[in-house]
Nanobody, 127 residues
Framework: QVQLVESGGGLVQAGGSLRLSCAAS????????MGWFRQAPGKEREFVAA????????YYADSVKGRFTISRDNAKNTVYLQMNSLKPEDTAVYYC????????????????????WGQGTQVTVSS
């Protein structure tokens, strides 16, 4: 079992930055590929970014490429999402997710493949 708790959301002006954190319980965090997703009101959940078990491989949605950076610290059981140059269209509830994938460069972009989800943190970008 892995429990995930997101933090770091809030209200920011367009062009600003936020760093989201996702803290995981358990001693096997390094066995999981991690991802960030978001869901805006009235829209479906969408993939944002993913990282493999050791941080050696990352993947981003086109809409955030060059602005967002996913990283992880396995010693702290935490995955991060640094968000720069925020736009009003980035407004959403952001969720982190974990997929058991202890080896290789596998990153996961499909939400249905993730095993565990956090409760989400709200990000609001004002224009």
């Amino acid at each position: 079992q892995v429990q995930l708790v997101e933090s770091g959301g809030g209200l920011v002006q367009a062009g600003g930055s936020l760093r989201l954190s996702c803290a995981a319980s358990g001693r096997t965090f390094s066995s999981y590929a991690m991802g960030w997703f978001r869901q805006a009101p009235g829209k479906e959940r969408e993939f944002v970014a993913a990282i493999n078990w050791n941080g050696g491989n990352t993947y981003y949605a086109d809409s955030v490429k060059g602005r967002f950076t996913i990283s992880r610290d396995n010693a702290k059981n935490t995955v991060y999402l640094q968000m720069n140059s925020l736009k009003p269209e980035d407004t959403a509830v952001y969720y982190c997710a974990a997929d058991y994938s202890p080896i290789g460069y596998r990153v996961v972009t499909a939400g249905t493949e993730y095993d565990y989800w956090g409760q989400g943190t709200q990000v609001t970008v004002s224009s």
